[in-house]
T-cell receptor, first 109, second 115 residues
Framework: GNSVTQMEGPVTLSEEAFLTINCTYTATGYPSLFWYVQYPGEGLQLLLKATKADDKGSNKGFEATYRKETTSFHLEKGSVQVSDSAVYFCALNDYKLSFGAGTTVTVRA | EPEVTQTPSHQVTQMGQEVILRCVPISNHLYFYWYRQILGQKVEFLVSFYNNEISEKSEIFDDQFSVERPDGSNFTLKIRSTKLEDSAMYFC?????????????FGPGTRLTVL
């Protein structure tokens, strides 16, 4: 079946550091891929998405590229802020979402 | 901007009691979902619902669970006899009918605590 493997955390960074969260997937066909973010005490918000191979999703300075050859969808941000502290979930969509385990990111001032 | 809403935000119940969690999906959406997240764990799919019937359910969604769209706006999840292990955050999500637009929009969640 479909599954997502995500880099485990927690990850602690200083402000303006570079962030990478690795995500790989196993799927039949070509599902859409998503990154969701969960801020403390809140629900899930879509951060970015990519619907086909080589698509790059981007939002709020975050980027991820759908790589079919490596079955990956790694999340990156060049310069994190304290406000980026959250839990990040990689997910694939085959009409239901399959989530990774989540990565807790803490950014210190 | 349209959004998915959920009530209550927090529900505390005794083991063995029935609970109903309520969701109002985005008005022009036709696909509805429930997910749960046990504290510190990943988000898990429970059930999907389309055209007034369940389209897919996970092994978590046993006979103790049911879903219903009682009117044109609400989408409910009922747990008949709650267990301690049902304590979790429950998220409702909805998706539009356009197949190529497969983004799911999530509500803020209901935190269920079973004592």
């Amino acid at each position: 079946g479909n599954s997502v493997t995500q880099m485990e955390g927690p990850v602690t960074l200083s402000e303006e550091a570079f962030l990478t969260i690795n995500c790989t997937y196993t799927a039949t066909g070509y599902p859409s891929l998503f990154w969701y973010v969960q801020y403390p005490g809140e629900g899930l918000q879509l951060l970015l998405k990519a619907t086909k191979a080589d698509d790059k999703g981007s939002n709020k300075g975050f980027e991820a590229t759908y790589r079919k050859e490596t079955t990956s969808f790694h999340l990156e941000k060049g310069s994190v802020q304290v406000s980026d502290s959250a839990v990040y979930f990689c997910a694939l969509n085959d009409y239901k979402l399959s989530f990774g385990a989540g990565t807790t990111v803490t950014v210190r001032a | 901007e349209p959004e998915v809403t959920q009530t209550p935000s927090h529900q505390v119940t005794q083991m063995g009691q029935e609970v109903i969690l309520r969701c109002v999906p985005i008005s022009n959406h036709l696909y509805f979902y429930w997910y749960r997240q046990i504290l510190g764990q990943k988000v898990e799919f429970l059930v999907s619902f389309y055209n007034n019937e369940i389209s897919e359910k996970s092994e978590i969604f046993d006979d103790q669970f049911s879903v219903e769209r009682p009117d044109g706006s609400n989408f409910t999840l009922k747990i008949r006899s709650t267990k301690l292990e049902d304590s979790a955050m429950y998220f409702c999500a909805s998706r539009s009918s356009t197949l190529s637009d497969n983004e799911q929009f999530f509500g803020p969640g209901t935190r269920l605590t079973v004592l």
